[in-house]
C-alpha cells in the first residue's frame, strides 16, 4: 500500500485536474448556447436555399451557371476535412479523420484524393499522409460569413478550373450536446433533385433567370460551407462540455476512491502506533 504522503499527493492532483475540468465545462456550456443559437437561426435558411438550387440545378443546363453543375468522371477528388483547433472534445476530431481516411482509401480508392483543412488537428493528422492543398485553422478566430465565403471562393474556382472533378464536405452536424452525426456533403459538383421536376415551372424569373442563378448558386455555395462550419463549431463545444462533463465525474470518483485508501491507511498506521505503544509499555512492565 503506498504510504500517506503519496496519496495525499494524489487525491491533491486529481483535485486539481477535476477544477479543471469543471471549469472547463462551463466555459463549453456558454460558448455552446451562442453557438448553438447562431445555427440554429441559419440551418432553415440555408436548408432551403440548398434544396432551391438543387430543384433548380434541372434548369441551368446552357446558363451561366452551369459551371458549377458539371457532372465530371471522377478522377481527382477534394475533401474539406473540417474539426477544432484543439482536442478535449471526445471522439469529435476523431471520427471526422476516420471519416476522411475512409474517403481517400476506400470510396475514392484509386484517384487523386487531395484535402483542405479547416481546423488545426485536422491539418496535424492529413498533411503526416495525404497531400493538405490549404489550411484554413485560422477561420475559427473571426467565425463570420465573409471569412468563410472566401474559402468557398476558392473552392469554387479549383472546380470550374477542372482541377477537380468533385469537392466533398465532411463535418460534424450539431444535433445536441451529446451527440454529433458525422456528415459527407457533396460541395460540387451542385446534385439536382432526384425525381423531381424542374421546379423553374413554379417561378417567374426577374429580371431574367441567367442573372439570378449567376447569384443565387455562388451564394448558396457559401451559405453551405459556413453551415457546415457553425454546425462543426457549435458540435465541438457540446462534444467538449460532455467529455470534461464525464472527465469531472471520473475524476471525482477517484478522489473519492483515494479519500478511501487514505483513511484505511491512516487508520492502519495509528493501529500498528497504539499496538507498539502497548508492546512497549508491557515490555517496560514485564
Known amino acids: 500500500m503506498a504510504n500517506l504522503k503519496e496519496i495525499r499527493n494524489r487525491i491533491a492532483s486529481v483535485s486539481s485536474t477535476m477544477q479543471i475540468t469543471s471549469a472547463m465545462k462551463m466555459v463549453s456550456a456558454a460558448k455552446l448556447k451562442k453557438a448553438q443559437d447562431a445555427i440554429t437561426a441559419?440551418?432553415?435558411?440555408?436548408?432551403?436555399?440548398?434544396?432551391?438550387?438543387?430543384?433548380l440545378s434541372a434548369s441551368i443546363e446552357g446558363d451561366a451557371g452551369s459551371k458549377f453543375a458539371d457532372d465530371r468522371t471522377v478522377n481527382k477528388v477534394l475533401v474539406?476535412?473540417?474539426?477544432?483547433?484543439?482536442?478535449?472534445?471526445?471522439?469529435?476530431?476523431?471520427?471526422?479523420?476516420?471519416?476522411?481516411?475512409?474517403?481517400?482509401?476506400?470510396?475514392?480508392?484509386?484517384?487523386?484524393?487531395?484535402?483542405?483543412?479547416?481546423?488545426?488537428?485536422?491539418?496535424?493528422?492529413?498533411?503526416?499522409?495525404?497531400?493538405?492543398?490549404?489550411?484554413?485553422?485560422?477561420v475559427f478566430d473571426d467565425?463570420?460569413?465573409?471569412?468563410?465565403?472566401?474559402?468557398?471562393?476558392g473552392l469554387m474556382e479549383l472546380f470550374t478550373k477542372g482541377t477537380y472533378d468533385c469537392i466533398d464536405i465532411v463535418y460534424n452536424k450539431f444535433k445536441n450536446a451529446a451527440t454529433q452525426i458525422i456528415i459527407t456533403e457533396q460541395f460540387l459538383p451542385i446534385v439536382p433533385i432526384k425525381g423531381e421536376e424542374n421546379v423553374s415551372a413554379d417561378y417567374t424569373f426577374e429580371p431574367s433567370k441567367v442573372e439570378i442563378i449567376e447569384q443565387l448558386i455562388p451564394k448558396s455555395l457559401k451559405t453551405q460551407l459556413?453551415?457546415?462550419?457553425?454546425?462543426?463549431?457549435?458540435?465541438?463545444?457540446?462534444?467538449?462540455?460532455?467529455?470534461?462533463?464525464k472527465a469531472t465525474d471520473n475524476a471525482k470518483e477517484m478522489r473519492d476512491q483515494l479519500k478511501l485508501t487514505y483513511n484505511k491507511a491512516r487508520q492502519a498506521?495509528?493501529?500498528?502506533?497504539?499496538?507498539?505503544?502497548?508492546?512497549?509499555?508491557?515490555?517496560?512492565?514485564?
Open 80 to 138: 474539406v476535412a473540417i474539426t477544432s483547433n484543439r482536442g478535449l472534445c471526445g471522439a469529435f476530431n476523431t471520427n471526422i479523420l476516420k471519416q476522411s481516411t475512409n474517403l481517400a482509401e476506400n470510396v475514392y480508392a484509386g484517384k487523386q484524393v487531395d484535402f483542405v483543412a479547416i481546423g488545426k488537428k485536422a491539418n496535424d493528422f492529413l498533411e503526416k499522409r495525404y497531400n493538405v492543398i490549404a489550411n484554413h485553422s485560422g
Open 226 to 245: 459556413y453551415k457546415g462550419i457553425r454546425d462543426s463549431f457549435a458540435s465541438e463545444h457540446g462534444a467538449r462540455m460532455t467529455a470534461m462533463h
Open 42 to 55: 441559419m440551418r432553415p435558411y440555408a436548408d432551403k436555399l440548398t434544396e432551391l438550387l438543387q430543384g
Open 269 to 286: 498506521a495509528i493501529t500498528n502506533e497504539i499496538l507498539e505503544i502497548v508492546g512497549g509499555a508491557e515490555a517496560l512492565n514485564n
Open 143 to 153: 467565425l463570420t460569413f465573409d471569412n468563410v465565403a472566401e474559402i468557398a471562393e
